[in-house]
């Protein structure tokens, strides 16, 4: 089971999405709200670096079973699922860190 402290509610991802699969990437950047372990709001998807307004609407995504699926339907795209790896990897390393941090002290 992963629990959420207050610094992990909000947190920013960076994360490579396929345009064209395979052939055409963009490297993105959003910011993550965590409502709950499984679920999170996803907000200000943009490019890098880039002062522009979001590039998708907010979204609601939902980790059905090791699968970041939207909230409506439940269905898995290629943007659930570039969000998802992100949160899974930052989420990994918090918790790396947590573990090193607890047993250096």
Known sequence: MYIISMEQLFFTISFLYDLVPESLQV?????IEMINENTCIVRDIRRIHMEESPLLPELKLINNYGKWVHSEGSR???ISKAVGEAIDM???E???YRNQ???SG
Do not use: G, I, Y
Request: charged share 45%; proline share 0%.
């Open 27 to 31: 490297r993105l950047t959003a910011e």
């Open 101 to 103: 941090k607890k047993d």
């Open 90 to 92: 930052h989420r990994s």
């Open 94 to 96: 918090t918790m790396k």
């Open 76 to 78: 898995e795209s290629n």
